[in-house]
């Protein structure tokens, strides 16, 4: 967005706009509204604090910058909080495929255990269904605005209620299919030799690890004498300097506790390793190691040079090209001023790492960097210790079966999630039906209109749980389906109206405005319009019939 209208803006509007966080199945859990700023980092670690309070532990978090909030939130005053309940935070799927592939494996859904099949777009499908919001709202004052947008959220929240069974059986189905083909994969898998799923860390890595520990220890070890002796010599001509003493202390003590975490992370290693004796640069596993060490140095300082050039190749590439503007160009210029720096510094630690090896390898000069123009110019693969071309995951259909593995392993972990929201929900529809004609009966003693509109709101959420209950009962019938739709007992002692599974449903006020026609079973998306032409159905026999026939399901 341009500087001069983002400036013009925010001195017009207030609120620029609203910050939105969902849960799996789409209802509203929390919104904040965005004042005079864009879309900043206080507005997300505002959100993550307050579920953290209430949702509490395991949480995980789908965002488009998903990757740069997670170091973000560990380096803030929350990330103490964060690590220790376990928050994880995560790339969207839509967005994850704009971010390189090391960002890809790390934050994309797919590769991350427990998340199931979710795809963490659920605020771009919400913000799509709610943008003539903004058009209502742009003149309003506060308290009408937040007014609206309320109204919208308690709206949406039924909506997604009504098709909350909906979701739960079309994601059941889909994990199905996709398990469907297990076979097809463990076999295609077979062939092209893709038989370990799992990657173990070598031997040998831990070795190099174990390595750079010690010759950190020694460093620290070092240090630590230099700064004890700077301590002791203080003499008389010094001592009236109390800054230069503090210092002086101040570097001796964090230096031990340094080298005290040094000394641990040795130790930890040594146990894992079953080191008994301690290696010295005189011992072969340490020569050994080393050579292996500088090579790894080596492979990711040519990896990040090489990352630098193809990056300002692209660049260059678009700035040249047919129909870019001047302001675009004018940008990528300023954008290769920055590469050039960051490939300058990548060079220097290329030759550094290259002039370790005995005999040095060919170091390189400014001038041969900034005219390549092939990725073979680096010669990548036959610097390498293994040739990776080889390798089954380096072609198209080695990627796609590890692809589907993946999408496998989500699909588990989908029904069993499945298995246990399923369950919650007909929980909450038994529940909440009793306790609302508990509820009638109790205020139909003390005041009859309190108790018909008890009744009223009793019967507009029967018109949605007996939809639920058919669409349930009918996947309990499908042949794959692990899961039981017999209610469950709930925790809590005290029945909670509006939530169901600790998400915020409907209110009342929001269901007394839905249509007395009920919902179509042939149509979800469009009930209700016919409601004037059709006589209402008793909801309670509705509802009875359908709970009677769950029980059958069960029983058999």
């Not at 592939?101 to 099949?117: E, F, K, M, S």
Request: include cysteine; charge should be neutral; charged fraction near 25%.
């Amino acid at each position: 967005m341009k500087n001069q209208f983002t400036a013009r803006m925010w001195g017009i509007f207030e609120e620029t706009g609203i910050f939105l966080a969902l849960c799996r199945h789409g209802f509203v859990l929390v919104a904040a509204d965005m004042i005079r700023s864009g879309e900043l980092a206080k507005y997300p670690l505002a959100i993550v604090e307050h579920l953290l309070e209430v949702l509490d532990t395991s949480l995980r978090g789908g965002y488009d910058i998903g990757c740069k909030f997670g170091t973000t939130l560990s380096r803030s005053p929350l990330g103490e909080l964060a690590e220790k309940l376990k928050y994880t935070s995560l790339v969207g799927l839509f967005h994850g495929h704009a971010h390189n592939r090391l960002c890809q494996t790390a934050n994309l859904t797919t590769y991350r255990d427990g998340v199931g099949l979710e795809d963490l777009e659920g605020c771009e499908r919400f913000f799509s269904r709610t943008n003539a919001l903004a058009g209502v709202t742009r003149y309003t004052s506060t308290v009408h605005r937040r007014r609206l947008i309320s109204q919208v959220f308690r709206r949406k929240d039924v909506d997604t209620y009504k098709q909350l069974s909906k979701f739960l059986v079309n994601n059941y189905v889909q994990a199905l299919d996709i398990l469907g083909g297990k076979t097809t994969l463990d076999a295609s898998m077979q062939s092209k030799g893709l038989t370990d799923y799992g990657r173990k860390p070598p031997e040998e890595s831990l070795h190099m690890e174990y390595l750079q520990k010690l010759q950190l220890m020694m460093q620290l070890t070092a240090q630590l004498g230099r700064a004890q002796d700077h301590f002791r010599n203080v003499t008389a001509e010094t001592i009236h300097n109390q800054d230069d003493t503090c210092s002086i202390e101040t570097a001796q003590r964090n230096t031990g506790k340094k080298l005290d975490r040094a000394i641990n992370n040795v130790h930890l290693l040594q146990e894992h390793l079953a080191i008994t004796t301690r290696w010295t640069p005189d011992c072969p596993e340490w020569i050994a190691t080393s050579t292996l060490l500088k090579g790894r140095v080596y492979q990711r300082a040519l990896d990040m040079l090489e990352s630098l050039v193809i990056a300002r190749l692209f660049e260059l590439t678009t700035m040249n090209q047919l129909q870019t503007g001047y302001k675009l160009r004018k940008h990528i210029a300023g954008a290769l001023k920055a590469r050039l720096h960051a490939i300058s510094t990548a060079l220097d630690k290329y030759n550094t790492a290259a002039m370790a090896f005995t005999p040095p390898k060919p170091t390189l000069l400014w001038n041969q960097v900034v005219e390549y123009a092939f990725l073979s110019d680096f010669n990548l693969l036959r610097e390498s210790r293994t040739d990776i071309r080889g390798k089954p995951w380096t072609t198209p259909w080695g990627r796609l079966l590890m692809d589907q593995y993946f999408k496998m392993e989500r699909a588990r972990e989908e029904i069993v999630q499945l298995n246990i929201e399923i369950r919650r929900l007909i929980t909450f529809i038994c529940d909440e039906d009793e306790y609302l004609e508990a509820k009638r009966v109790e205020w139909e003693a003390k005041d009859v209109r309190i108790a018909v509109q008890i009744d009223i709101y009793r019967r507009s959420k029967l018109r949605f749980n007996a939809q639920h209950l058919a669409r349930l009962t009918k996947l309990s019938r499908m042949a794959g389906f692990t899961g039981t739709i017999l209610p469950g007992i709930r925790l809590r002692a005290e029945m909670s109206i509006g939530v169901v599974g600790g998400e915020a449903a409907a209110e009342t006020e929001a269901v007394m405005d839905m249509p007395e026609g009920g919902i179509s079973p042939e149509d979800d998306d469009n009930a209700g319009n016919n409601a004037a032409e059709v006589e209402a159905p008793d909801y309670n026999a509705e509802f009875a019939r359908q709970f009677e026939l769950l029980q059958i399901v069960s029983d058999d």
